[in-house]
């Protein structure tokens, strides 16, 4: 099969790899719900089906290897859905391990290599051994074939003539032209046929050469969608007969049969026949609404019919949508490079900021309409005033007496008067204009980015996903009984963010298992009861996202941490701490409480890594933690990296961006209220001390020229809640939006500098790394640094 | 070779079924921008006692090719995916210019919505890669009949 394939065609490779992740995806998901429950018809329907899908689109790209491994992973779900074996354990355990090397599998080929591994045909033994007696080869298009039968059965009992009720059918007769006959075409097609979606409209094509197409059902836009139908009625007007008709919709591996039925005007006699019949058999089943009665037949027989008729297909709608529900969520979805989204917002940003810009713009149009007023005016007064000099001109004499020029003075002064009036008001409209399509503008632009920003947001729900087979295995190797409870799996974030959340959630999980939760035995012992729960929480808090791990465990021993920490010389053992800045402690570099450092929790990395992993993600981890209640890691993320929220500060004759999340408060402090302590300035707010920054002096920035001679400074609060920091500033200019935008290489590692943004005046302005001025005021050789830079300075 | 098709017996009944009822065999454009399937088609439909009349690798030259040797193609296989003209707007020239043209469509697998449209505009019928031999067959002689 693979000689047939084309090995280049990247597209469907990726195609095939996005397919497969998704139904690795299906496979992983419902082989834990089946494991909580046998039984689920469901599920199983839909691991035959992922399986199935998996196989078939591996065959495709000739990765035979996986095409194999799910054939025989087919098998066995196949023989589970028959009933022909039991979802024990170990079964579990060996779809999961299948699963697993499918991943693999799929992996190494994204990799461009080939998975090799001698386990492989060991786990085809072990399913195949699963399989028992059961015929190992695929049983899955009998069955589907079978179904199919059933089908062409129960519908050969049928009415010929019952899809369509009397008025439908006496419209499609009165659209005959002469010499035309109308057809009732009912084909049947084969489930099992490659692209078997494409079947209806392939015998509509067919059948569109022969004559008019009148009517289908399900309608043309249904057979147009990507969904499977058994079967559907074509009622066609042609001059062709039955045999010719039955040749053309004999597709070989498209349809497995067809009924062709004439309809003429006798049909529609006995359909009003068999009406009469139903209705005086069931009386009293007449429904109510009445439809127009375009025949003579009275009007209580029609409602009745069309009522049956109506709920009768209506009925078949929904089994149709049923079984369509899942291919339609999935053809819906639309596969963009994630670049070209990247880019659209790039670009977006930039009219974000030609926005400000014609905002500005506008204003000055503005400000130059009220400028060029007071000058008109000005104008106009002085000309008046020259006007009523002219008017001191002897007034006993009349108007013709006076001399020629200055009557033409006069003249052209009410000229002047009014000179500029007519271009004020052009200026004025056109200034109008401008600021509404301005505001127009920003409307668009806005809902343009917010449109562009939601492309990029995806539902958390793919990164929780993974949590419940990890946790599952967590648990078998810790011995303890855990159950994981994922809320909020809708709310959306940005894409990559996602991508940079999955280790440090992990971390945080496999932390809540391995030192939270306490074994069956001990929670037994203090009544709590012994599956432990973890709760995945995610939700949005203004323009934040905030992401929970907590476990109903042990807790966090403060003393033990303590203790801990003295040992590693990481505090001092006097050092006055409050219970929350212990728990703090865990976060730190090098830090681990575990007794044993175990292969889950301990592989080298420690809630430090996690800490900065948040951090660069612009965000904040906390821990919260009550002794034998449990513990919580709250996460704060930003809703996307790409447009913060800033705090526009001018320092010198620098403006500076700083991230509003992380700017906690702002205070205008007299000068003398600045401590030094131990050579570093203080200021303290209510009991706490915080350090301060001096922004000009972080940058070397010239002082601005016009020394302000003042008692007073302006302090922005900036940190979080455990550590914070004051950054004097010489002035507050206010909030805006910013786009942030990547420095180059060289400058990428400038302290204290994290982008650079494009204010809407067009200026540059830097955007302050909070976290970088944290880590600088607690190290304490940057300290040291930091007072040789002022006593450069100074 | 022995190919799957030979072992069913489908094939032995209508064994030279490139060859018209004259005896003529049947002229055939092979449209693909791969060089493997373009090589696949050709073995699968040579055996078959079919002519490979020319061979285009993209819709563009697909549609000149046609029209230059009009009228002595029986049967186009055209891919759909393909560089500067792609097989369902080739389909629809090569159908304006010539409303009787057989024109199969080549198609991977998801490419539904293309194949629907294809046969809407005109296509006789489809085949799906990876090619299957006997599938090609059956379904290029359920064009020819």
Known sequence: MSDYLDPNNEELLNDFFEEARIQIEQLEQNILVLENDATDKDCIDELFRAAHTLKGAAATVAITELAELTHVLEDVLDEIREGHCRVTRPVVDALLVAVDVIKSMVDCRMEGSVYRDQGVEELKTRLHNLLGDAEPDSAAPASSSGSSENKDEAAAGDDSASVLDEDELTELLELLESSQKLFQIRVFFDESALMNTIGGIQVYAALKNEGTILKTTPDFEALNEDIFHPEVYYFVASQSDIPSIRDLVSISDVTTGSEITELTEETLDRLRENKKESVTDSFESRAAGSETAASPVDSAETEDNSGAAASQKKSAETVNDKKGSKKQSQSSILRVDSKKIDSLLNMISESVINKSTINQVSDVYHQLITEFRSLNSKMENEVSSLFDILDDYPVSSEEEDLPQKVRTLRERCVELMDRYDHFEDKFKKNADDLKNSTQKLALNTGSLQEGIMQIRMVPISTLFARFPRLVRDLSHSLNKKVDLILEGEDTELDKSIVEDLLDPLIHCVRNSLDHGLENAETRAALGKPETGTVVMKAGNEGSMIVIEVSDDGAGINADKVRQKAVEKGLISSDAPLTEQEVHNLIFLPGFSTSDTISSISGRGVGLDVVRTQIEKLKGTIQVTSRKGAGTAFIIRLPLTLAIIQGLLIRSATSKFVIPINSVIDSHRILKDQIKLIEGREVFKIRDELIYILRLSRIFGLPPAKEQRVSAYEYMVIIGNEERKLGLIVDSLLGEEDVVIKPLKDKYSKTFGIAGATILGDGSVSLIIDVQQLLERVQSHSGESDYITEEAVNE | ?145
């Open chain 2, 1 to 145: 070779m022995i190919a799957k098709g030979d072992l069913t017996g489908i094939n032995v009944s209508r064994k030279a079924s490139g060859l018209k009822p004259t005896g003529e065999p049947i002229r055939v454009l092979i449209v693909d921008d791969s060089m493997f399937v373009t090589k696949q088609i050709t073995q699968i439909l040579s055996s078959e006692g079919f002519v490979i009349a020319a061979t285009a690798a993209d819709g563009k030259e697909g549609l000149d090719k046609y029209k230059e040797l009009y009228p002595d193609i029986d049967l186009v296989t055209m891919d759909i995916t393909m560089p500067n003209m792609d097989g369902v707007t080739a389909l629809e020239k090569i159908m304006e210019f010539d409303k009787n043209a057989k024109v199969i469509m080549v198609s991977a697998l998801g490419k539904q919505d293309l194949v629907k449209k294809s046969l809407l505009l005109g296509a006789k019928n489809y085949i799906v890669k990876p090619l299957d031999r006997v599938k090609v067959l059956e379904r290029i002689s359920s064009v020819l009949k």
